[in-house]
């Protein structure tokens, strides 16, 4: 049996340890009006609320709720706007589904203090893996909860020019893992890692770090793979993201093959479904 699939993890949500058994979902939930995947736009309360519905009776484990667009080229909105609109979807989450762990999607220190303070938020992914606010890793620590560290050169509005690297893989593990031994001199316990497909990468850089994805699992960390309707498989197959889910599910299926431990999508039952049958193929984990 190959070493490189999913291990067991632990992680601590507001002081109760939990462990992990299986590869979990994060469904994802935009409260932006100009995400690159039109179908996951969600700018209304109706919207929020049939979405936020819609992740939690398809099986997520985990929602995670972002009002930034990060997509190439992507407004520049302000931290109050960003904030106003993270509250909105949260008041909502916490009314339809307040058992939900709730991880927020932001780059920013205060936006994050905010959202953890005033909603409890459980945990946050940051995007800029602490390029983006020389505040976050400290702010994380202080708030010990835990964080999604990300592999990303630039800014959302420049990332595809910084896409030249000597070796890919190389360089994106070192770069990750000097931010990791930062955060634990900070005493920053619970950390899970994301290589940020789509980000500052090519087409041809994404599958390359997919075809070595298990190389991550040497941090003895949980993976998160985000690859949900990427330009990574549209503009392969020759289709829109709105055509991708089927692509979506086959490197879902890979991913978690080859160690994963969080899917991070838009599509959450095909995602628990893949879950649930490579489990029952390699018994590699319980489907309870």
Same mark, same amino acid.
Request: net charge negative; charged share 20%; glycine share 8%.
């Given at each position: 049996?190959?070493? %490189?699939? =999913?291990?067991?993890?632990?992680?601590?949500? /507001?002081?109760?340890? /939990?462990?992990?058994?299986?590869?979990?979902?994060?469904?994802?939930? !935009?409260?932006?009006? *100009?995400?690159?995947?039109?179908?996951?736009?969600?700018?209304?309360?109706?919207?929020? +609320?049939?979405?936020?519905?819609?992740?939690?009776?398809?099986?997520?484990?985990?929602?995670?709720?972002?009002?930034?667009?990060?997509?190439?080229?992507? %407004?520049?909105?302000?931290?109050? %706007?960003?904030?106003?609109? $993270?509250?909105?979807?949260?008041?909502?989450?916490?009314?339809?589904?307040?058992?939900?762990?709730?991880?927020?999607?932001?780059?920013?220190?205060?936006?994050? &203090?905010?959202?953890? %303070? @005033?909603?409890?938020?459980?945990?946050?992914? *940051?995007?800029?893996?602490?390029? $983006?606010? !020389?505040?976050?890793?400290?702010?994380?620590?202080? $708030?010990?909860?835990?964080?999604?560290?990300?592999?990303?050169?630039?800014?959302?509005?420049?990332?595809? @020019?910084?896409?030249?690297?000597?070796?890919?893989? #190389?360089?994106?593990? +070192? *770069?990750?893992? @000097?931010?990791?031994? +930062?955060?634990? &001199?900070?005493?920053?316990?619970?950390?899970?890692?994301?290589?940020?497909?789509? =980000?500052?990468?090519? #087409?041809?850089?994404?599958?390359?770090?997919?075809? !070595?994805?298990?190389? =991550?699992?040497? =941090?003895?960390?949980? #993976? $998160?793979?985000?690859?949900?309707?990427?330009?990574?498989?549209?503009?392969?197959?020759?289709?829109?993201?709105?055509?991708?889910? !089927?692509? +979506?599910?086959?490197?879902?299926?890979?991913?978690?093959?080859?160690?994963?431990?969080?899917?991070?999508? /838009?599509?959450?039952?095909?995602?628990?479904?893949?879950?649930?049958? #490579?489990?029952?193929?390699?018994?590699?984990?319980?489907?309870?």
């Amino acid at each position: 049996m190959s070493e %490189e699939h =999913f291990h067991q993890f632990s992680i601590n949500i /507001h002081g109760v340890l /939990h462990t992990v058994s299986r590869p979990l979902v994060m469904g994802i939930l !935009n409260v932006t009006p *100009d995400s690159f995947y039109s179908g996951s736009r969600c700018a209304d309360s109706a919207s929020i +609320t049939a979405r936020v519905k819609e992740i939690i009776s398809e099986g997520a484990d985990i929602i995670d709720i972002g009002g930034y667009s990060t997509r190439p080229g992507c %407004e520049d909105i302000s931290p109050d %706007e960003e904030f106003s609109r $993270l509250s909105h979807g949260l008041e909502i989450i916490h009314k339809e589904a307040p058992k939900a762990i709730i991880s927020v999607d932001t780059f920013r220190a205060e936006v994050a &203090r905010q959202c953890v %303070e @005033k909603y409890g938020v459980d945990i946050i992914n *940051d995007i800029g893996g602490g390029t $983006l606010d !020389n505040g976050m890793f400290s702010t994380i620590a202080d $708030l010990q909860v835990p964080y999604i560290l990300m592999h990303m050169r630039g800014t959302p509005q420049t990332m595809s @020019k910084f896409c030249d690297y000597s070796d890919v893989t #190389v360089d994106v593990i +070192t *770069d990750l893992a @000097k931010k990791v031994d +930062t955060l634990k &001199r900070l005493g920053v316990c619970d950390i899970i890692l994301d290589p940020g497909f789509g =980000f500052s990468k090519t #087409v041809e850089q994404n599958y390359e770090l997919m075809r !070595n994805l298990s190389e =991550f699992l040497n =941090f003895d960390l949980p #993976v $998160l793979v985000g690859i949900s309707r990427k330009s990574m498989i549209f503009k392969s197959l020759g289709c829109t993201s709105a055509e991708s889910l !089927n692509g +979506t599910t086959v490197l879902n299926t890979y991913a978690l093959m080859h160690g994963a431990a969080i899917l991070r999508v /838009h599509d959450v039952r095909q995602a628990v479904e893949a879950v649930k049958l #490579v489990g029952l193929s390699t018994k590699w984990w319980s489907n309870k």
